[in-house]
């Protein structure tokens, strides 16, 4: 079994702590000392089956780290369903209450408002598009209707 110097550990610790704030931040319904915890697993279980000879320790570590973290998500973390309002004044009222909300910039909220008429994002105003989407995302992560806006947002983005 591999025997890791204090240095070694204090830099996994580092690691741990980093990454579990990281996804802390990510999902703010688990808390951080639960990812911290998974996080001490499992550079417990990557010491324990680290060999030297196939590479450097941390990014071993780290990889089991993003490992436990998502597989402990896909157990744990239960998405609500997505439901889009089928009235549109329902969905114009949530969101002239988000825009009104939300610091966005005039060009900002016009984005949102064309993207919301035509369902493409404008030509013109791309980039601030997307940066209001980006708040709006740090903001509203649990709202169901803007879930569902931001996941049509990032696939048309793939394509």
């Given amino acids: 079994m591999f025997r890791a110097t204090d240095q070694q550990l204090q830099s996994l610790l580092i690691t741990a702590e980093k990454l579990s704030h990281h996804y802390a931040k990510k999902y703010p319904d688990i ?7 998974i996080a001490q697993v499992a ?14 320790l941390l990014p ?20 609500p369903p997505c439901t889009i309002p089928k009235d549109t004044q329902e969905a114009e009222i949530i969101v002239k209450k988000i825009l ?8 900002q909220k ?22 209001a989407v980006k708040k709006i995302r740090r903001i509203y992560t649990k709202s169901p209707f803007l879930e ?10 793939r394509t």
């Fill in 60 to 79: 071993r570590v780290k990889i089991f780290i993003y490992e436990r973290f998502n597989r402990y998500i896909n157990q744990t973390q239960v998405k």
């Fill in 110 to 131: 016009s984005a949102v408002l064309y993207y919301l008429q035509y369902k493409e994002p404008p030509k013109d105003n791309r980039h601030a598009f997307y940066n």
């Fill in 100 to 107: 009104h909300t939300i610091r966005l910039t005039d060009k």
């Fill in 31 to 37: 808390d951080y000392q639960e990812f911290y915890s």
């Fill in 148 to 157: 569902n806006f931001i996941v049509e947002v990032e696939n048309e983005n």
């Fill in 43 to 56: 550079i417990t279980k990557a010491l324990q089956q680290y060999n030297p000879r196939k590479g450097k």
